[in-house]
């Protein structure tokens, strides 16, 4: 232990001694370096944001005839088919976004966050074949095009809602959290609003929360640039 | 340094990153060789040099495993290493403060 500048008394030093300031100032740099590699949630709401708003008014526009013709099924009014694709379009691209941009951010680290994210994500896909079934079992009961369309916007929402809520609480994520309540408001509010107005809630409710998120999670990391790093709490001064 | 009561394993430039690195991941989060040497701007000799000596004071493991046919190398800070480092930057904070242990 001679050769490495810790234990030399005298002689020039493979490195400048450090001073306390110093150090914490490379503990912060070296946080805000990792902390700058993980996944950008602003990125994710922005997506999901211009997702919800794009593919919902799309729905919303051509189901009131205001773009395009509905489709007339049993006499309701549903939103034109490729309106429907238009949706379908937005939701895997936004999807396909979040994890290309999640993968990438995370390459190169295993362990607990890795196999957390493993199963949380295999958490959602499940969750969603597993609806899309139940949904499909509805339809076989009996249901209409109404109880379909606003079953399916409802089960989807919840959904999303309550895995945003497990997210927000397994990482200490706020934002991430409140998005999840939100969904569910937002939706709980569009099944009592009736078709279509169901999707203009969506859109603009749904989808703005998504960007509201986003706003809020960039003032927080311009007041807190290391926020979420251990050494913030064990490394600030007192009083300081 | 020891007169500042300042780990000597962890007080020195290069190995204060190295371990600043590491302590940012989650606890029981390793990673990949390659990816740390690019946080950390090292080249590949001098990563592995502070690496070794990080290992000898049992701060961190170092996992050698094959991703496919490619040897690969990830590397983690043990508890041991976590709690070191909480008490170097409380140690620095003390420090400053003027009030050293």
Partial sequence: MTDDGTSRPSGAPAESPLDAAESLRIIAAQTAKVRSREPDSRLIFAAWGAAWLLGYLALYLTATGRVGQPQVTEGFSLPAGWAFAVFGLAIIAAMVFTVVHSTRANAGIKGVSASFGAMYGWTWCLGFVAMSVMLGGLARAGAGPEVMAVASNACSCLLVGVLYMAGGAFWQDRQQYAIGVWIILVATVAVFTGLPQTYLVMAVLGGGGFFVGMVLEHLRRRRDPSAGAGFAVAGRPVGA | ?101
């Fill in chain 2, 1 to 101: 340094m020891s007169e500042t009561g300042l780990d000597p394993v962890i007080h020195a430039q290069a190995r204060l990153r190295v371990v600043a690195t590491l302590a940012a991941l989650s606890p029981g989060d390793r990673i990949s060789f390659p990816r740390l040497q690019d946080l950390l701007d090292m080249t590949a000799g001098n990563l592995s040099t502070h690496l070794r000596k990080l290992e000898d004071a049992e701060y961190v493991t170092i996992l050698k495993t094959h991703e496919g046919r490619k040897p690969a190398s990830y590397v983690e800070l043990t508890p041991l290493g976590r709690r070191a480092f909480e008490s170097y930057t409380a140690s620095l904070t003390a420090l400053l403060r003027g009030t050293a242990p």
